[in-house]
């Protein structure tokens, strides 16, 4: 059992989708991630920060399903980092409504004593500088850094972006977001390209149209499961980042096989989030939910071809 | 060793990519599909139709590779259909710059009297009274019938197109089309809405992002593998129905578990046909590349999570 070192952020979400709106929920990339670990038998940490306005229930959520939260720092009389977005009747495309950064603006990460040994790291999306600093506290390489982010640090901070990639094992990233960051069309181009600037695993996601893992040569792909319908998109692709690294921290084993594993529990993961707002489905998964649902997985995709 | 017919158009293409332009070449639906077939142990045949401008080579080639062109017409004094286009840069998108069906405006198709007892038939994309028909000459209903259609169809002839969809066992359209015949947005609701109309098999094409098939309940996904580069996209859906057919006549088993495996022989020649202009890459194609591309096809999907 190994130790799961998450950065990211925690919110407020207001989400409007063409099946219901929600008034101020639990959010934020850390939250999401830190909920889709809990499946795994890992010891998890999660560093960000919040206002005095975030509910102590919310707190007591994440440590009920025993996530350490002393690396939150609650800043007395601050405001917790709020987003809204409205999506498109299709659900491929979502308007930003608000982003009020609050106390997210000066937030400085301490990393918990405890978890500067930890195996692996996840740094969920949020400024370049705050993933910088938490490599910068750990006592020694973690076994796995994993690295999340966005087009929107490319457009503004690709300089502390590029150096964040140059230390991380793994980046999870975006079809679109890989071939700006690349300058390739070919997915498979845009994956050698990002080898070259460090990770030496490049994880590429396609939303509906599901995963691809690179390394060097070797290409793995994991479909998302086909749904009825898709209820509510937001923090999809953190949950996987979460049943990714937490499968990973379990198994403590970061071979390329292993690997392809992890992403088959990160899509596992991510079909259940969105079919409800926010983390609500996410907290009220069983195990027995989640070994179905591989099942299902697996006759998605497995064929027995004699090859002669 | 079954009997697959197969009925398409065989045209002249005149291509242009963003790598290249082609004068007349080879073209149509069913010499892809026949071409893509003959790397199968079966005994194929063409119904189609010419005219005299039609070079005695391009039958030879279908000839030597053992498709019985003898339900391909010529028409004396005719033009061949003729298609050309032009392809955007991301070659998902193409202008069609001109379409003269010349000879296959006024085509009556002939089932040759050797297959008439066919195993499979194979219905391109064409006119679906022309399906109509060769489904009418049959002896007796075959063990399975696929159709391939696309939505100029839908648009234009749908209460003929529903007939045809109402006598097939199988039918393949891409996802678009999928939504537009059903109505649905879903492809999950789409595909049952479409078994609803007849096919107990529903083939839904990605392009690049794979094919689904759905069987009721059941689903399986195969990708498209990954590509360094795709050259001209051109008869790649009509490949994949040539692999598909060709691997069941051969394999003669149309069980749900075979059609998996069916799925994949169609994506794998499907994955050559783009690597070249028309249907260069499938005319050269060595048994050997495509088992090795078998391979990577298992090594892209193929994972083992032990369920407890």
Redesign the interface.
Known sequence: MGKLLIVGSVAFDAIETPFGKTDKILGGAAPFIGLAASHYRADSAIVSVVGEDFPASYLDLLRERGIDVSGIEVVPGGKTFFWSGRYHN?LNMRDTLVTELNVMADFQPVVPEAYRDADIVMLGNLHPDIQLSVIGQMDSRPKLTVLDTMNYWMDNTLDTLLQVIGKVDVITINDEEARQLSGE?????AAEAIHEMGPRYVVIK?GE??A?LFNDS??????AL?????FDPTGAGDTFAGGFTGYLAQTQNISF?NL??AV??GSNLASFCVERFGTERLIQLR?QDI?QR??RF????????E??
């Open positions: 299709d069309y070919s997915l498979v181009k396609k149209n599901g691809l070797r290409i793995f792909f994991a479909p086909p749904l009825e319908e898709i096989n392809r594993n088959i529990h195990p070994d591989l099942e697996r006759e998605l995709t497995q064929f027995d071809i090859v002669k």
